[in-house]
């Protein structure tokens, strides 16, 4: 007994060539996506010695109350880092905002490549059931870090 053969039309693509083309379609597709991935400069890992920033931080968040005590005096905290290539002069501005009411003190510190400098930012509710909101500024950076208590 003989069984039937089947002849296929020149259409018809073999299986193993089917995953050979789809093979190759998605290594051109993966090339394709890290050139363009590179020519956007994903993959481009600067020199650490050509880092140029500034760090501003708190230094101590356990310090930062989860609730207000009226007329108590908190002090918060706070770092200046230049990571720049030469000494700067910063001028920070501190803000502590209560209800409608803010007050704004500013300073300055100069700091060589590499220094730190730790400052405070001291305030004294008025009202513990108002919320506060207390912003470190460092102007000519526009860098800004933030604290609230909300009441």
Not at 21 to 50: D, E, S
Not at 87 to 105: A, K, L, M, P
Request: with cysteine.
């Amino acid at each position: 007994m003989t069984l039937p053969s089947f002849s296929l039309s020149s259409d018809v693509v073999s299986r193993r060539r089917l995953v050979f083309l789809c093979a190759i379609m998605l290594a051109v597709a993966v090339t394709l996506l890290l050139g363009w991935a590179k020519h956007q400069g994903l993959f481009a890992v600067p020199a650490k010695n050509n880092q140029h920033f500034t760090e501003l931080y708190f230094t101590d968040t356990k310090a930062i109350p989860l609730h207000l005590e009226s007329d108590r005096r908190y002090s918060i905290p706070f770092a200046i880092v230049n990571r720049e290539s030469n000494e700067r002069t910063y001028t920070y501005r501190t803000h502590v905002s209560e209800g409608d009411q803010t007050i704004t003190e500013s300073q300055s510190v100069t700091l060589a490549r590499g220094e730190r400098a730790i400052r405070t930012v001291r305030f004294s509710p008025r009202d513990a059931t108002q919320p506060l909101k207390v912003s470190i500024e460092l102007a000519s950076k526009q860098q800004t870090i933030t604290f609230r208590i909300p009441q």
